[in-house]
């Protein structure tokens, strides 16, 4: 891809995707992170149920760069929710086939998933990483980008609920995040050539996120952007997006809206960070590790 860098290197308007932003956890503190988590997962099992009961379909698609916390802010979705009525989806490497019948292959993993499922990365890799990594076509990405829209459009009006999340994370933060992959001793592996790549293509990326952004978010499945550079806090306004989406349906059963994120000082004992714990923490020190524990894994 390298040689056609300046084929892209053109003007793009700006994007028509959603900033979404919940101000009461932008910089939510570990102390209130499980407290807050807690809450909205509760939330989430609501919403399970109501989506079992009316016999509909919930799908969430959770996209970003390498180390953008698409990983645990998909898991911590679906941490509490009834694994017989939920499921995570991690496509990996796409078969030739697959390749072939992109969205056709997409249709048939959402028929076979239960009422809510969650694609950590998606279709939409067709969108971004495919076309920098060299791994498709311009052929195969110009068809997905013209036929993408009206594929969604017939997903939504056949009932099923979906909600793109575009988790935006800044070089800075990708950076450090690497950095800890690569010295931990439990997360070593998830550093690997792909990650180098997304370093040194970082400008040729953002050109295919913000086309993918202007020519696919939609008024029936637009791209919501959740700032991640805190996990933390991304995964708490994850939650609060999908619950906030509900509590507009003009349904027989409301959703009652969390109101766990306070703002009130809770003292912790303990923090975990990367597998190890620590016990007995002032608020110095623990102010020290949330620091960590924002990027980890």
Same mark, same amino acid.
């Given at each position: 891809?390298?040689?056609?860098?300046?084929?892209?290197e053109?003007?793009?308007?700006?994007?028509?995707?959603?900033?979404?932003?919940?101000?009461?956890?932008?910089?939510?503190?570990?102390?209130?992170?499980?407290?807050?988590?807690?809450?909205?997962?509760m939330?989430?099992?609501?919403?399970?149920?109501?989506l079992?009961k009316?016999?509909?379909?919930?799908?969430?698609?959770?996209?970003?760069?390498?180390?953008?916390?698409?990983?645990?802010?998909?898991?911590?979705?679906?941490?509490?929710?009834?694994?017989?009525?939920?499921?995570?989806?991690?496509?990996?490497?796409?078969?030739?086939?697959?390749?072939r019948?992109?969205?056709?292959?997409?249709?048939?993993?959402?028929?076979?998933?239960?009422?809510?499922?969650?694609?950590?990365?998606?279709?939409?890799?067709?969108?971004?990483?495919?076309?920098?990594m060299?791994?498709?076509?311009m052929?195969?990405?110009?068809?997905?980008?013209?036929?993408?829209? *009206?594929?969604?459009?017939?997903? !939504?009006?056949?009932?099923i609920?979906?909600?793109? +999340?575009?988790? /935006?994370?800044? @070089?800075? &933060?990708?950076?450090?995040?690497?950095?800890?992959?690569?010295?931990?001793?439990?997360?070593?592996?998830?550093?690997?050539?792909?990650?180098?790549?997304?370093?040194?293509?970082?400008?040729?990326?953002?050109?295919?996120? *913000?086309r993918?952004?202007?020519? !696919?978010?939609?008024?029936?499945?637009?791209?919501? +952007?959740?700032? /991640?550079?805190? @996990?933390? &806090?991304?995964?708490?306004?994850?939650?609060?997006?999908?619950?906030?989406?509900?509590?507009?349906?003009?349904?027989?059963?409301?959703?009652?809206?969390?109101?766990?994120?306070?703002?009130?000082?809770?003292?912790?004992?303990?923090?975990?960070?990367?597998?190890?714990?620590?016990?007995?923490?002032?608020?110095?020190?623990?102010?020290?590790?949330?620091?960590?524990?924002?990027?980890?894994?």
């Open positions: 891809m390298t040689k056609d860098i300046r084929f892209y053109v003007a793009i308007p700006p994007t028509v995707a959603r900033e979404y932003r919940v101000p009461s956890v932008q910089s939510i503190h570990a102390q209130q992170y499980n407290i807050a988590k807690r809450d909205l997962q939330e989430l099992l609501k919403l399970q149920e109501f079992i009316s016999k509909n379909k919930l799908v969430v698609v959770v996209e970003g760069r390498d180390a953008a916390g698409k990983g645990s802010t998909s898991k911590t979705f679906l941490e509490n929710l009834n694994t017989s009525h939920a499921e995570l989806v991690v496509m990996g490497v796409p078969t030739k086939t697959q390749m019948t992109w969205l056709r292959s997409h249709e048939e993993i959402i028929k076979k998933t239960p009422e809510i499922v969650v694609f950590d990365r998606s279709w939409y890799s067709r969108a971004m990483i495919q076309p920098v060299g791994y498709c076509s052929a195969q990405y110009k068809y997905f980008m013209k036929h993408v829209n *009206e594929w969604e459009e017939t997903l !939504t009006k056949s009932g609920y979906l909600i793109k +999340i575009y988790l /935006s994370v800044s @070089k800075e &933060s990708q950076i450090t995040r690497f950095k800890m992959r690569r010295k931990s001793p439990l997360k070593y592996w998830k550093f690997s050539a792909n990650d180098r790549a997304a370093l040194e293509n970082w400008h040729l990326y953002t050109y295919f996120k *913000e993918m952004f202007n020519v !696919t978010s939609t008024d029936y499945a637009p791209w919501h +952007i959740i700032n /991640s550079d805190n @996990k933390l &806090s991304a995964h708490l306004s994850t939650m609060h997006l999908v619950l906030e989406k509900f509590s507009d349906q003009q349904t027989d059963e409301k959703l009652p809206m969390f109101n766990a994120i306070n703002g009130q000082n809770q003292h912790l004992i303990s923090m975990e960070v990367d597998g190890v714990w620590f016990y007995g923490l002032n608020e110095s020190q623990a102010a020290v590790l949330e620091q960590l524990k924002i990027h980890a894994d």
